[in-house]
Each structure stands twice: as C-alpha cells, then as structure tokens.
C-alpha cells in the first residue's frame, strides 16, 4: 500500500502563499486519485479541499478555495502538490494527503491511505 507524507505547511500571513508537497512510496502512485482534506480547530469533520482524478488528471476543487489554490501532481517523481494563494485565517487547518484507488473524487470514506498531516497556520 502506498504510505503517504505531507509537507510544507507553516505560519504565514493573510495573503501569503504556501505549496504544501505530498510524498508517496510503496505502491503504483499513478494508480491512486489524490485529494487534499484539512481538518480545522474545532471541528470534526475533515473536509475536501482539492484532488486530482487518477488517470484523467480532472481536479475539482471546494468552493472555498477556487482560484487560490492549485493541485497537480508529478507520478514521475510520486508526489501531488497543493499551492496555495491568497490565504486567509479561515484557511487554518491541518491539511492531510490521501489517496484512493476509485476514478472519482468520492468522499473521504473512500480514501484508504493518508498521510499525518501539516499544520497551516494563517494570521490576519
């Protein structure tokens, strides 16, 4: 199975930017759809952020973050990037990687891997 690790993540300010990497090993990367969840203070639920399709490369993207953030990915080099532009406190959250073996985004119950996430702090 493919172990996932995520990197990049900080402090910034509003407005800043950040490229969070996601590192894979132990499987056929291209294989899998890739998405990028993060999980604020206070809530529970992690929430889809950004991912790319395994094979087509679409990417979809939540509301939130449309026109800031970009997701692409090297199978090459096995790792899905996540830039980020513009950030806002409300973008604060760990963000995790994961990945899935479905040719859909799904939801997160479909991804059976992830990573231990990175923090990302954005102060106003």
């Known amino acids: 199975q493919v172990q996932l690790v995520e990197s990049g993540g900080g402090l910034v300010q509003a407005g800043d930017s950040l490229r969070l990497s996601c590192a894979a090993s132990?499987?056929?990367?291209?294989?899998?759809?890739v998405a990028w969840f993060r999980q604020a203070p206070g809530k529970e639920q992690r929430e889809l952020v950004a991912?790319?399709?395994?094979?087509?490369?679409?990417?979809t993207y939540a509301d939130e973050v449309k026109g800031r953030f970009i997701v692409s990915r090297d199978n090459a080099n096995n790792a899905v990037d996540l830039q980020m532009n513009s950030l806002r406190p409300e973008d604060t959250a760990v963000y995790y990687c994961?990945?899935?073996?479905?040719?859909?985004?799904?939801?997160?119950?479909?991804?059976?891997?992830w990573g231990q996430g990175t923090q990302v702090t954005v102060t106003s």
């Open positions: 994961a990945a899935s073996p479905y040719y859909t985004v799904g939801a997160s119950y479909d991804y059976r891997n």
């Open positions: 132990g499987g056929a990367f291209a294989s899998y759809t």
């Open positions: 991912a790319i399709v395994r094979a087509t490369g679409l990417t």
